[in-house]
């Protein structure tokens, strides 16, 4: 089936800031649309995010440059073309070979890059993930297990706390397949409100961060996982497990090679390793997301000499979703799971590379969202196309959030019901 129209627009992302969104219209009429997500702790490797730097208009953030490249440049070479999403992600990798994106922008190419996906699976009457399934080659597609962050700090809220992310990991029983997402995020849903709950009756802030998690201030980084704990405790017809997104690149301190903790400070990555070894012994964390920094490699190779055969370490800011970084990463010995975010690395066939670098090497995966978000799907479909083990996707609340947990529970009765 033809494409008859392509064309890109600017709209505004979860923290009321520009973003790209992309229609791509095929020769039956259908439309289908894809948007951008941005991030606030930017890996110094991701790809470049275009802005118009126009400090007249809309603070400099607009994104109009990228929406003229879209309608000028890339509509023209896809009208009128039948679709094929693989060849035609080729070609906007073509447009700009900087690994960086730095001409272009990676929102600029993603925005089409997802909607081409889209639209393959409306021509062909298929579900996105189906699509994806197919093009990366997954025998089996599957239901990823929620991290949902409950609590958030760093760069995403303006409390106290260094940490960035404490995520809760409902366990699924494991009796029925179909049952098992339900409960999960049923176990999200309950976990959240009844936290909220605490924290109002303790007199604390109920405000939330960018993901949607609380954001009260606390002594120290540990508290939240003592908070959690008793949580979960009250909880039992529910059972969950604990991860954190450090973030650590955020707290670094290039000149001294050191971390500074809300409480603990400069720490060396010695220092750091023992303190998370220390909240693994006291709380039942199965997840440190970049735990060290992105420049801090020897640091990474301690902590995952120290604690990667108990803990799952993910790369973020490390990996910024590129396939040769992950392989360096396997030979360095540096974490033992990967973030994935599509946009960090500008095309969807270059994340699928990205996934494939990593379950070729027996990585866990964890697919993401980012901190500003839009409504667009597009990351549960992925996860559930490319069977990966994690997605995490925010708190369970919040309109940009709780979409995708939504259409992963459509997936799910489309998988398993
Ligand atoms: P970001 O945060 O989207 O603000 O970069 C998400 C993350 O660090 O995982
Ligand atoms: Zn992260």
Redesign the pocket.
């Known amino acids: 089936m033809q494409i008859i129209n392509c064309y890109a627009y600017e709209i505004f992302d979860s923290r009321g800031l520009p973003t790209i969104e992309c229609c791509i219209q095929l020769a039956n009429g259908h439309k289908v649309y894809a948007s951008v997500p941005s ?4 890996g110094s490797a991701e790809a470049l995010e275009l802005r118009d730097d126009n400090t007249n208009r809309l603070l400099g953030k607009g994104v109009l440059q990228a929406v003229n490249y879209i309608n000028n440049t890339i509509a023209p070479k896809l009208l009128y073309q039948e679709i094929n999403a693989l060849a035609m992600d080729s070609m906007l990798m073509d447009l700009d070979h900087h690994p960086q994106k730095i001409t272009i922008g990676a929102n600029t190419i993603l925005a089409v890059s997802m909607a081409l996906f889209k639209a393959q699976a409306a021509a062909e009457n298929l579900e996105l993930y189906q699509i994806l399934q197919r093009v990366s080659g997954t025998a089996q597609a599957k239901m990823p297990t929620p991290m949902f962050n409950v609590i958030n700090g760093g ?2 809220a303006n409390n106290n706390l260094h940490v ?2 404490y995520m809760i990991v409902p366990q699924a029983d494991d009796l029925d397949a179909h049952k098992n997402y339900a409960q999960q995020l049923h176990a999200g849903v309950v976990f959240y409100q009844t936290l909220k709950q605490q924290l109002h009756d303790s007199g604390q802030s109920t405000n939330v961060g960018d993901e949607g998690g609380f954001a009260p201030n606390f002594v120290n980084d540990a508290a939240p996982l003592q908070l959690l704990t008793d949580i979960a405790q009250q909880l039992p017809q529910y059972s969950y497990k604990f991860a954190l ?1 450090v ?1 650590a690149s955020e707290l670094f301190n290039e000149k001294t090679q050191s971390y500074d903790l809300l409480q603990e400070k400069n720490l060396s990555a010695q220092q750091l390793t023992d303190i998370y070894e220390d909240w693994c012994q006291k709380f039942d964390i199965i997840s440190i ?2 735990g060290m920094s992105q420049t801090d490699i020897m640091g990474w190779k301690t902590l995952t000499a120290q604690i990667g055969n108990a803990v799952q370490l993910v790369g ?1 800011d490390i990996f910024v979703t590129s396939p040769m970084k992950i392989r360096k990463g396997v030979l360095q010995k540096t974490a033992n799971a990967v ?1 994935i975010k599509p946009n960090q690395i500008g095309t969807v066939s270059q994340t699928l590379a990205a996934i494939d670098a990593c379950k070729n090497n027996n990585l866990k995966i964890v697919i ?1 969202h ?3 978000e839009t409504n667009d799907t597009f990351i549960a479909d992925l996860a559930v196309g490319t069977a990966c083990h994690y997605i995490k996707a925010g708190a369970p609340a919040r309109g940009e959030r709780i979409a995708k947990y939504n259409r992963l529970l459509v997936l799910n009765d489309m998988l398993y019901a």
């Open positions: 991030g606030a702790s930017v760069a995403h960035q992310e997104d973030a997301e970049d973020d973030l993401s980012r901190s500003g």
